[in-house]
């Protein structure tokens, strides 16, 4: 049984491949002793990126792909969660904003009962630009003053459910159109 299945949207992504984001995952992973998955879900994009994640596909067995026409992120993540087989299904972003390396601070909190653990950028970042920092922290405060949801960064792309979890939260999920 896998016990992790990483989902990855990918939307022209093809600078981020070119740049070893799916080699950096491999990497990582490669390492772990349980079985894993990673199913990156291409939202239709118009550059390179599939003639990469192709090529890549034929030397990375752990490795799937899904194919969407342009429908965005919440939908890509929404076909790679609900096509997943892990006990547990994180997804992330491409770019890897949040390090791959931050999976082993999520698992843990699934064996003291967790269903869903959120990821948080919040701590100390290295090489953002202030004006970055300032502006996200005025956010935070801005989204905790009026929502107090008690989660520290809700737009963080780092997140885990249980299979359960995720198959009870996804299919309920609705994307509203402008």
């Known amino acids: 049984m896998t016990l992790l299945s990483i989902v990855i949207p990918c939307y022209n992504e093809e600078r981020n491949i070119r740049l070893g984001a799916l080699e950096n995952v491999a990497h990582f992973m490669n390492k772990k002793k349980y079985p894993w998955e990673v199913i990156i879900v291409d939202d239709g994009s118009t550059d390179g990126s ?3 994640i192709d090529l890549y596909l034929k030397e ?20 790679g969660v609900l096509q997943s087989c892990g006990k547990y299904i994180l997804f992330t972003d491409l770019d890897q904003a949040t390090p791959m390396t931050q999976i082993d601070l999520l698992l843990p909190w699934f064996d003291k009962g967790f269903d869903i653990v959120i990821g948080s950028r919040n701590n100390k970042r290295q090489g953002a630009p202030i004006f970055r920092l300032a502006m996200a922290r005025g956010f935070i405060y801005l989204r905790n003053m009026i929502l107090n949801l008690g989660i520290t960064d809700t737009q963080c792309g780092f997140k885990a459910f249980t299979k359960q979890a995720a198959r009870t939260v996804f299919p309920k999920l609705r994307v509203f159109n402008r």
């Open 60 to 79: 990375h067995k752990h490795f799937k792909k899904i194919l969407l026409s342009h429908g965005g992120k919440a939908a890509a993540v929404t076909a």
């Open 50 to 52: 599939i003639s990469l």
